[in-house]
Each structure stands twice: as structure tokens, then as C-alpha cells.
């Protein structure tokens, strides 16, 4: 399992847990049911860890694949700087904000969800992983050709002109003139 | 005009009958919990009673269903015995794993509101059990005090909370393990992590396992209640409901009686479960079976050739198997494409080297090392398999297009092998009358293993006179300007440079325009069938043409297209 980051599988988790814990505070608070004040705390919460976890890390190996419209967050989430970049900070931050979701029932799979993503998130802190931001791609210089819809469908380089002599039957003309070698 | 009904009818036939049943079912239990018998149910909790039963009769419907596509084993069994139904059933077999997810997220979605509707049954058997006043709640809560077998509300006593009652029932605890290992399962099931790390996908989902465990025993505690039968009779809710002061003191309204309803999911699960542990027995049994590698070619571009022996082992063209190397790791077993002929005596892989498990296989392979390996130096190895896939089906059309991409000309090898082989044979049972090959490669040293393969078929087919019988296209999809000055200088020649073959290697992507245009001309009224191994994005291209190109008309040229997946 040495390729693994489980910073990956974290952040799955984690934005996972969000919207459980999220969609259980709505429950709490609509239902208006007893210490519905956890509930809106964990709505605050869900939506809360939601936003840090939608934008995707950079994996180290392989390319990184981006959540839809995430790069507004991506600038957001990278401003804080080593508090978001590191993973020990990450898993401590999810322990603590699992800890209201406890205290009533819509909110306790919430709870234990996110104490589930912060555990990982400390695996994959002492693992040594960090998160860093998925910065738009330098646009490289275009192919040749990229503009035109269709591929070539033949090789793109001609011959160079000694090389290259009409053969007979694919001239669409007779030349009046016969082409050697040496003609320009 | 494109022809869909003949690439996608019969699969969306199956989806709208399994979405149907589902609604159907909702609708059915929700109803059914409006009945008589659950009229003193419905006053604690509401409509939360049918909103809850309802889904849970789907979640009975779809965990039936789930383990049944990854049974291979037994997929692979009807695929073959199949082989006198119409193509087109098979063909919805192959889509086994689509069907798998679509089912797991039906099963996500009613979890969702079946959660949410208790957790409002929880919270109103809780304010019913801590009402103080003598309102018709109160009075029903107290039902049961004495004996608990009759009582209505389970929660018992008013000195408790909703959290508490979940972790000490047995649904409650079943329901909280069963979720989270579904939670679990979902999110290491995510495409990132399961094209990435494909081990942490395949041992978290293992937690199934308690998932069914915690849906067999959820419903084991009888916590939904219902007037028994009798009760109903001498306490009617529509007279008694109003008069529930005077209940037991009055003869027309005694105390009413509840009891609960027996499990119900063992018996929908039970089938399945059964089945599938029948699966994994024979999974183990065959893998238990002597594999012998009797030779390993080291190609370029960090691909490994494994030829092996297994006693008994029979297989078509363009199969998998599962391949598990104990010496490498206990548990993981990983698919690889058949890139031998059935008509060989040995079975081939070809592995591309790309994450830890094929590193140490290659490295216990001996591929390191340039000197000759003693075979006994060579790891043993566990097969399982070969399991079927689309690329059966290719001796079942009158005209084939081939189409690989990179590694994924696997299966293809295996095909084109074994038509060479029955060319030697001079096998007159021969289907297919035309093929079309075509080879999508970035690099040009992924050739050299397959270019001699071609080589053999070029020449064969013109000793038989016969060149036009297959018909081939390598597109080289990534060229650089020192590549392409090689190209330059060698234009002319016979030969192509790269490959050494009489067919010229071609440049950038396929014209699938032209060619399905150009194919669809060649053989009027003909099925054609179009069979890809290839990325997700080529699928929906290849599948876009099929539909465009095939006529309305049934007698027109119809494409059908296959997809290989793992």
C-alpha cells in the first residue's frame, strides 16, 4: 500500500461527513426538536467543513483531478496557509468540531463521520502528506494544427524537396517539363 | 438517422422496470401503513411512520439486488450458456457493475430519508413519552407498563433521550453500524480513490459484510408496533380514538393491544447472500488450483509477459482472469486480459507496470535481472477465471471494427491470434468475413510486441490470397519533431519505419466520421459489430457513431457497439 494517500480518501470523507452532519442540523432545526441548538450549530458546522474540503489537494503522483468549480475555494482554503496545509491541524480541527454533533441524535452519524475523516486525516498527517493547492495549468504552446477540427489524415511533415518527386500516376497533370532531382 | 433502440433499448427497458418496482414498492408500504391497524401509531409519530416503512421496503428490494452483479462467476456461467439467446441479452450482462452502482446509490438515497423519518419517530415517541398531561399520547405511551410485551411506544420511560434509546436497541445499533460501513464503502468507492488506490477501495468493501449483518438483525427488536388483529376488533380506533379517558373502564373500548412485525429483510437477503458466498467459495476453490509460469518476456515500455499452464483450464477469446501472487500479497487479486489464443497450449498476460503490486510482481518475477531464471525461482501464482466479457461476441458478427487503445489492444490480441490460428486450420466455421483493426498507441515502443503478431497475420493472409480479410490502421497519437523527421526520410519506402509492416502507420486521431461512413458503405444491410478497450471519452464517441450510422431501418446497416470495463 505504498502509494496510497490517504489524504485522498480524508477529503472524500470528510466532505461526506460535512453534508451528513449538515443535512442532520436541518432535520434538528425544520423539526424543531429538543436541543435543536446543536442542530444549528451543526449546520453551521457542515457547511463549514463542506467549504474547506470541496477543493481537492495536489497528490503528489498522477495528475490531480479538480472538483467542479473549485478554484475559488482553492484561493480561499490557501490563504490560511499552514493552518490548512497541514494535516495534524486538519485532524484536530475535525476531532474538535465532531465533538457538538454528539449531543443529539440527527447529528450524531455527523459526528461520528467527521471523527472518522479526522482520524484518517491524522494517518495521513503522520504519513507525512500536506495539502497544496491545484494551481490553474500555464497554457503550453498550442500544436500545430489544434484549431483545425479534423486530424490530418496524412503525416504532417512533407519531404524535404530533394526527396520529393511527383510520382507519374498520382500527378493530376503531365508535367510538360519531366522534374529531376536537381530541378527547383 | 441514428438507430438508439437497437445500442440502448433493451438496458433502458431494465432500468425503467427496476425504477418502477421501487416506486411501486414505496408507494405500496406507504399505503400500507395507513392502515387501521396503525391508526394509534400514527398519532405519536405522523406520517414519519409511513415516510420511514416505505423506503425500508425498497432497501429490502435493492440489497436483494446488489450482490447479484458482482457474482462474475455465475454471470459468467449464464453468458455461456447463453450463447443461444440474442446477442443483445448477453450484452446486458456485460453492463453488470453500472447496474451495481446504480443500485448502491437507490440504496444510499432511501437510507437517506428512512434515517431522517425515524429520526422524527424518535423525537415524537420521545415528546409522547414525556408528555405530563392526560392527553390520548400520554395515555397510549403508558400502555404496556406492566407487561412489556403489549406496549405501543418503545421508548419506555421518560427519563431517557432520543441518542440513548438509538444505542441501546437493536435496530438503533444495527441501523448506526450498517450506516456507517455504507458511508465508508461510498466514499473510498469514489472514482478518484478506486482508479488511484485500488486497495483501500477493495478492503473497505469488504465492510458489506457488516452492512448485511446490521440489515438482517435490524428489524430483529419488533420496534414498530400495530394493534394486534383482535385488538382492532374491540377497540376500534374511528369509535374508541376519542374516548381513550374511558378506555378499560368502558365495555365497547378496552385497552388497546400492540405488537410488533417479524423481520422481514432475512427473507429477501437470504437468496443472494447465499449465492454470493457460493461465488467466493468457488472463487477460492479455483484458485487453489496448481498455476505453472513457464515463461516471462520482459517487453519495452514496462510491460511484463506472463505465459502460464493450469490443469483443466479452457478459455474464449478476449477473457480475464484474476491473477493474486501470494508472494506479493495475501490478498489482492487484480484482472488482467487474456492476450493468448484458446487454441494455444498456454494462457498469457501482458501486465503494464504501473503501481506497487505490479512492481513486486515484476521484480519476483526476475525482471530485474538479465540472466535466465530456474523455473522453480519463479513465484507461484493463484488464477481465477476467466470470467467473460464483449469480446466473445466477436465470431457472432458478419463484420467487426476493432478498436484499442494503448494497453487496451489486449483482448484484441487474443482475438487476432486465434483467427490466425483457425486461418491455419483452414476452419471454414469461420463468422466474421471482415475486420477491421485499429490501433491507437501514444508511443511507438508499445508496438513491438504486437507488431509481430501483425507481421504473421500480414503474411498469412497473402499466402491465402485473401489480404483483404483484414484490415488494419495504427494511429501514432503523440509524434515529436525528431520522430517526424524519421518519418520524413522514410516516406517512400515499402515498409513502414516503425512498425516493419506493409501498412503505414498513421498520424493523429481517427476520422470516425469517415470511417463508420466509409465502413457503413462497404456493407450495406450488414450487423457491424464495434467492439472498443479504451478510455471513458473514446466509449462516448465510438457509441455516438454507432447510434448516428446505424439506419432506422431494420434491414439497414446496424452498429453495435461493446465496451470492455473492469
Same mark, same amino acid.
Given at each position: 500500500m505504498g502509494q496510497i494517500e490517504w489524504a485522498m480518501w480524508a477529503n472524500?470523507?470528510?466532505?461526506?461527513?460535512?453534508?451528513?452532519?449538515?443535512?442532520?442540523?436541518?432535520?434538528?432545526? +425544520?423539526?424543531?426538536?429538543?436541543?435543536?441548538?446543536?442542530? +444549528?450549530?451543526?449546520?453551521?458546522?457542515?457547511?463549514?467543513?463542506?467549504?474547506?474540503?470541496?477543493?481537492?489537494?495536489?497528490?503528489?503522483?498522477?495528475?490531480?483531478?479538480e472538483r467542479t468549480g473549485q478554484r475559488y475555494l482553492t484561493v480561499c482554503v490557501k490563504a490560511f496557509g499552514p493552518l490548512t496545509r497541514n494535516y495534524y491541524v486538519r485532524a484536530g480541527l475535525h476531532a474538535v468540531l465532531s465533538v457538538p454533533g454528539g449531543f443529539m441524535l440527527p447529528t450524531v452519524l455527523g459526528c461520528v463521520c467527521v471523527a472518522i475523516a479526522s482520524l484518517i486525516y491524522l494517518l495521513a498527517a503522520i504519513r507525512g502528506e500536506q495539502w497544496e493547492p491545484i494551481m490553474p495549468r500555464v497554457e503550453s504552446k498550442e500544436r500545430p494544427g489544434q484549431s483545425m477540427k479534423e486530424p490530418p489524415s496524412n503525416p504532417p511533415p512533407r519531404p524535404p524537396a530533394e526527396l520529393r518527386r511527383k510520382r507519374q500516376e498520382d500527378a493530376a497533370y503531365v508535367n510538360p517539363i519531366p522534374i529531376s532531382v536537381n530541378s527547383v | 438517422m441514428g438507430n438508439w433502440v437497437v445500442n440502448e433499448g433493451l438496458s433502458i427497458l431494465v432500468i425503467l422496470v427496476w425504477l418502477g418496482i421501487n416506486i411501486f414498492l414505496f408507494v405500496y408500504y406507504y399505503i400500507v401503513y395507513l392502515d387501521e391497524r396503525f391508526y394509534y401509531t400514527r398519532v405519536l409519530v405522523g406520517d414519519a411512520l409511513s415516510w420511514a416503512r416505505a423506503p425500508a421496503a425498497c432497501l429490502n428490494f435493492n440489497c436483494m439486488l446488489i450482490l447479484l452483479p458482482v457474482c462474475r462467476n455465475l454471470l459468467s456461467f449464464l453468458r455461456g450458456s447463453c450463447q443461444c439467446c440474442s446477442r443483445n441479452i448477453t450484452r446486458q450482462l456485460d453492463r453488470n457493475i453500472t447496474f451495481h452502482k446504480l443500485v448502491a446509490y437507490m440504496i444510499a438515497f432511501h437510507t437517506a430519508i428512512h434515517i431522517i423519518a425515524h429520526l422524527f419517530n424518535f423525537e415524537r415517541f420521545m415528546d409522547a413519552q414525556l408528555e405530563q398531561n392526560e392527553t390520548i399520547a400520554y395515555v397510549l405511551s403508558q400502555i404496556g407498563n406492566g407487561d412489556n410485551r403489549l406496549y405501543l411506544n418503545p421508548i419506555r420511560t421518560n427519563e431517557t433521550n432520543p441518542t440513548f434509546v438509538a444505542f441501546t436497541t437493536i435496530a438503533g445499533l444495527s441501523g448506526v453500524a450498517s450506516t456507517l460501513a455504507l458511508i465508508l464503502i461510498i466514499t473510498s468507492s469514489m472514482e478518484v480513490i478506486r482508479r488511484s488506490y485500488f486497495e483501500v477501495f477493495w478492503f473497505t468493501h469488504h465492510l458489506f459484510v457488516i452492512f448485511f449483518i446490521g440489515l438482517v438483525i435490524h428489524g430483529v427488536g419488533e420496534i414498530v408496533r400495530g394493534q394486534t388483529a383482535s385488538s382492532v376488533l374491540t377497540n376500534k380506533p374511528s369509535n374508541c380514538a376519542a374516548q381513550y379517558k374511558d378506555w378499560g373502564k368502558v365495555p365497547d373500548c378496552p385497552i388497546p393491544q400492540f405488537t410488533g412485525n417479524p423481520p422481514m429483510t432475512w427473507k429477501w437477503v437470504i437468496g443472494p447472500m447465499v449465492l454470493y458466498v457460493f461465488e467466493r467459495l468457488v472463487r477460492f476453490w479455483r484458485s487453489k488450483q496448481k498455476v505453472?509460469?513457464?515463461? &516471462?518476456?520482459?517487453? @519495452?515500455?514496462?510491460?511484463?509477459?506472463?505465459? /502460464?499452464?493450469?490443469?483443466?483450464?479452457?478459455?474464449? &477469446?478476449?477473457?480475464?482472469?484474476?491473477?493474486?501472487?501470494?508472494?506479493?500479497?495475501?490478498?489482492?487479486?487484480?484482472?488482467?486480459?487474456?492476450?493468448?489464443? @484458446?487454441?494455444?497450449?498456454? *494462457?498469457?498476460?501482458?501486465?503494464?507496470?504501473?503501481?506497487?503490486?505490479?512492481?513486486?510482481? *515484476?521484480?519476483?518475477?526476475?525482471?530485474?535481472?538479465?540472466?535466465?531464471?530456474?523455473?522453480?525461482?519463479?513465484?507461484? /501464482?493463484?488464477?481465477?477465471?476467466? *470470467?467473460?466479457?464483449?469480446?466473445e461476441d466477436v465470431f457472432r458478427y458478419e463484420v467487426v471494427m476493432l478498436v484499442g487503445a494503448g494497453i487496451g489492444v489486449t483482448p484484441f490480441a487474443s482475438v487476432l491470434k486465434s &483467427?490466425?490460428?483457425?486461418?491455419?486450420?483452414?476452419?471454414?466455421?469461420?463468422? @466474421?468475413?471482415?475486420?477491421?483493426?485499429?490501433?491507437?498507441?501514444?508511443?511507438?515502443?508499445?508496438?513491438?510486441?504486437?507488431?509481430?503478431?501483425?507481421?504473421?497475420?500480414?503474411?498469412? /493472409?497473402?499466402?491465402?490470397?485473401?489480404?483483404?480479410?483484414?484490415?488494419?490502421?495504427?494511429?501514432?497519437?503523440?509524434?515529436?519533431?525528431?520522430?517526424?523527421?524519421?518519418?520524413? &526520410?522514410?516516406?517512400?519506402?515499402?515498409?513502414? @519505419?516503425?512498425?516493419?509492416l506493409k501498412q503505414k502507420t498513421l498520424y493523429g486521431r481517427p476520422n470516425w466520421e469517415n470511417e463508420f461512413k466509409t465502413i457503413a458503405g462497404n456493407h450495406p444491410g450488414a450487423r457491424i459489430g464495434v467492439f472498443l478497450c479504451g478510455p471513458e471519452v473514446l466509449a462516448k464517441s465510438l457509441s455516438k457513431q454507432s447510434i448516428n450510422h446505424s439506419d432506422a431501418d431494420p434491414r439497414g446497416v446496424h452498429f453495435i457497439f461493446n465496451k470492455e470495463n473492469f
Amino acid at each position: 500500500m505504498g502509494q496510497i494517500e490517504w489524504a485522498m480518501w480524508a477529503n472524500e470523507q470528510a466532505l461526506a461527513a460535512g453534508l451528513i452532519l449538515l443535512t442532520g442540523g436541518v432535520v434538528g432545526v +425544520a423539526g424543531q426538536f429538543k436541543d435543536w441548538q446543536f442542530a +444549528a450549530y451543526g449546520v453551521a458546522a457542515g457547511v463549514f467543513i463542506c467549504l474547506l474540503e470541496y477543493p481537492r489537494g495536489k497528490r503528489k503522483k498522477g495528475t490531480s483531478i479538480e472538483r467542479t468549480g473549485q478554484r475559488y475555494l482553492t484561493v480561499c482554503v490557501k490563504a490560511f496557509g499552514p493552518l490548512t496545509r497541514n494535516y495534524y491541524v486538519r485532524a484536530g480541527l475535525h476531532a474538535v468540531l465532531s465533538v457538538p454533533g454528539g449531543f443529539m441524535l440527527p447529528t450524531v452519524l455527523g459526528c461520528v463521520c467527521v471523527a472518522i475523516a479526522s482520524l484518517i486525516y491524522l494517518l495521513a498527517a503522520i504519513r507525512g502528506e500536506q495539502w497544496e493547492p491545484i494551481m490553474p495549468r500555464v497554457e503550453s504552446k498550442e500544436r500545430p494544427g489544434q484549431s483545425m477540427k479534423e486530424p490530418p489524415s496524412n503525416p504532417p511533415p512533407r519531404p524535404p524537396a530533394e526527396l520529393r518527386r511527383k510520382r507519374q500516376e498520382d500527378a493530376a497533370y503531365v508535367n510538360p517539363i519531366p522534374i529531376s532531382v536537381n530541378s527547383v | 438517422m441514428g438507430n438508439w433502440v437497437v445500442n440502448e433499448g433493451l438496458s433502458i427497458l431494465v432500468i425503467l422496470v427496476w425504477l418502477g418496482i421501487n416506486i411501486f414498492l414505496f408507494v405500496y408500504y406507504y399505503i400500507v401503513y395507513l392502515d387501521e391497524r396503525f391508526y394509534y401509531t400514527r398519532v405519536l409519530v405522523g406520517d414519519a411512520l409511513s415516510w420511514a416503512r416505505a423506503p425500508a421496503a425498497c432497501l429490502n428490494f435493492n440489497c436483494m439486488l446488489i450482490l447479484l452483479p458482482v457474482c462474475r462467476n455465475l454471470l459468467s456461467f449464464l453468458r455461456g450458456s447463453c450463447q443461444c439467446c440474442s446477442r443483445n441479452i448477453t450484452r446486458q450482462l456485460d453492463r453488470n457493475i453500472t447496474f451495481h452502482k446504480l443500485v448502491a446509490y437507490m440504496i444510499a438515497f432511501h437510507t437517506a430519508i428512512h434515517i431522517i423519518a425515524h429520526l422524527f419517530n424518535f423525537e415524537r415517541f420521545m415528546d409522547a413519552q414525556l408528555e405530563q398531561n392526560e392527553t390520548i399520547a400520554y395515555v397510549l405511551s403508558q400502555i404496556g407498563n406492566g407487561d412489556n410485551r403489549l406496549y405501543l411506544n418503545p421508548i419506555r420511560t421518560n427519563e431517557t433521550n432520543p441518542t440513548f434509546v438509538a444505542f441501546t436497541t437493536i435496530a438503533g445499533l444495527s441501523g448506526v453500524a450498517s450506516t456507517l460501513a455504507l458511508i465508508l464503502i461510498i466514499t473510498s468507492s469514489m472514482e478518484v480513490i478506486r482508479r488511484s488506490y485500488f486497495e483501500v477501495f477493495w478492503f473497505t468493501h469488504h465492510l458489506f459484510v457488516i452492512f448485511f449483518i446490521g440489515l438482517v438483525i435490524h428489524g430483529v427488536g419488533e420496534i414498530v408496533r400495530g394493534q394486534t388483529a383482535s385488538s382492532v376488533l374491540t377497540n376500534k380506533p374511528s369509535n374508541c380514538a376519542a374516548q381513550y379517558k374511558d378506555w378499560g373502564k368502558v365495555p365497547d373500548c378496552p385497552i388497546p393491544q400492540f405488537t410488533g412485525n417479524p423481520p422481514m429483510t432475512w427473507k429477501w437477503v437470504i437468496g443472494p447472500m447465499v449465492l454470493y458466498v457460493f461465488e467466493r467459495l468457488v472463487r477460492f476453490w479455483r484458485s487453489k488450483q496448481k498455476v505453472v509460469i513457464t515463461k &516471462v518476456v520482459t517487453h @519495452p515500455s514496462k510491460t511484463l509477459e506472463l505465459q /502460464m499452464k493450469k490443469k483443466g483450464f479452457k478459455m474464449e &477469446v478476449g477473457q480475464y482472469v484474476n491473477l493474486q501472487c501470494p508472494s506479493v500479497s495475501q490478498l489482492e487479486w487484480h484482472p488482467f486480459t487474456l492476450t493468448s489464443a @484458446p487454441e494455444e497450449d498456454h *494462457f498469457s498476460v501482458h501486465i503494464r507496470i504501473v503501481g506497487d503490486w505490479t512492481q513486486q510482481l *515484476f521484480e519476483a518475477c526476475g525482471g530485474e535481472k538479465k540472466e535466465f531464471q530456474e523455473a522453480w525461482k519463479l513465484p507461484k /501464482m493463484a488464477v481465477d477465471g476467466p *470470467f467473460g466479457t464483449a469480446s466473445e461476441d466477436v465470431f457472432r458478427y458478419e463484420v467487426v471494427m476493432l478498436v484499442g487503445a494503448g494497453i487496451g489492444v489486449t483482448p484484441f490480441a487474443s482475438v487476432l491470434k486465434s &483467427v490466425w490460428y483457425r486461418y491455419f486450420n483452414n476452419d471454414t466455421g469461420l463468422i @466474421p468475413k471482415k475486420i477491421y483493426f485499429y490501433w491507437l498507441c501514444r508511443e511507438t515502443n508499445a508496438f513491438e510486441w504486437f507488431a509481430d503478431l501483425l507481421q504473421s497475420l500480414e503474411t498469412q /493472409m497473402l499466402e491465402k490470397g485473401n489480404a483483404d480479410f483484414l484490415s488494419y490502421r495504427i494511429y501514432l497519437t503523440g509524434w515529436d519533431e525528431a520522430q517526424a523527421a524519421h518519418f520524413t &526520410v522514410h516516406h517512400e519506402e515499402e515498409n513502414d @519505419p516503425i512498425t516493419g509492416l506493409k501498412q503505414k502507420t498513421l498520424y493523429g486521431r481517427p476520422n470516425w466520421e469517415n470511417e463508420f461512413k466509409t465502413i457503413a458503405g462497404n456493407h450495406p444491410g450488414a450487423r457491424i459489430g464495434v467492439f472498443l478497450c479504451g478510455p471513458e471519452v473514446l466509449a462516448k464517441s465510438l457509441s455516438k457513431q454507432s447510434i448516428n450510422h446505424s439506419d432506422a431501418d431494420p434491414r439497414g446497416v446496424h452498429f453495435i457497439f461493446n465496451k470492455e470495463n473492469f
